[in-house]
């Protein structure tokens, strides 16, 4: 209880001031009124109504698509910091969170080697056994992953490139890993419409846009449209959190490492 005339802090149960001994009576009847009419405030219809209408509209009961997204986007932030997941616990997390909630047909998602710093495969979502088996053949140098004369692309973001089927974006040996192999000189009947051969890449960074760790690949949609802007708004929102989150578990991994 402050005092009102020397603006000491004092017991509630104080009768005199500890600072300058003033009778405290006064404060401690205004504190009586603020708490009754605390009291009869929130028995007010006003306030009965108010608390109602906020506990509506701030319901933890999923309303839409993107509340689930956010929840889901949550969690897997969550399991990124648990030091007992391990890495592809967590991009299996992030891969099925991508497959299951945006239409995607196809998820593929590569990740460099700390070991050799080559770029390799490592988990599949919506693929035939035949596909994984060519994508764990593959390794790519860094190089390789940023030359737009070998695979060539449209650029959409800092995040994402755009590998059209017209650009025929694969080389020797990258055939087999397309689940369709057989439709990948299909026409495209619309700019909005997906054709075996496209793919996205979303790239998962470190500290900055020149240390690639590893990407997304999404090919084929449900629907067999491009997905929509809304959709590559939160893969790149994702990536930027797996790609931070793999930086820093790798970090503290070294620096433990190195105190042994």
Not at 79 to 86: A, N, V
Not at 178 to 199: A, H, Q, T
Request: with cysteine; hydrophobic share 30%.
């Amino acid at each position: 209880m402050r005092c009102k005339y020397c603006g000491a802090d004092n017991p509630s149960d104080a009768t005199s001031c500890t600072k300058c001994g003033k009778s405290m009576q006064y404060a401690n009847a205004r504190m009586d009124s603020y708490i009754k009419s605390s009291e009869e405030i929130e028995k007010s219809e006003n306030i009965k109504q108010l608390t109602k209408t906020l506990q509506e509209i701030y319901s933890p009961l999923i309303r839409d698509p993107n509340e689930r997204i956010m929840e889901q986007i949550e969690r897997l932030m969550f399991k990124g910091t648990d030091p007992r997941e391990s890495i592809d616990s967590f991009l299996t997390s992030a891969g099925t969170l991508i497959y299951r909630m945006f239409g995607i047909a196809e998820v593929a998602v590569a990740l460099k080697d700390t070991s050799d710093n080559l770029f390799r495969y490592r988990l599949f979502f919506g693929m035939r056994k035949e596909s994984e088996d060519a994508y764990r053949k593959l390794a790519y140098t860094l190089e390789q992953v940023t030359s737009t004369t070998k695979y060539p692309r449209i650029r959409l973001s800092e995040y994402i490139d755009f590998f059209p089927s017209e650009y025929r974006p694969y080389i020797e040996g990258e055939l087999d890993t397309y689940n369709r192999p057989s439709k990948l000189e299909m026409k495209r009947r619309s700019p909005d419409e997906m054709i075996e051969g496209d793919y996205f890449c979303i790239y998962l960074y470190g500290l900055t846009k020149n240390d690639i760790l590893g990407w997304f690949e999404i090919a084929r949609t449900l629907n067999g449209k491009m997905p929509p802007r809304e959709t590559l708004k939160w893969l790149e929102l994702l990536a930027s959190i797996v790609g931070r989150t793999i930086h820093e578990r790798r970090l503290s991994a070294r620096l433990t490492a190195a105190s042994r």
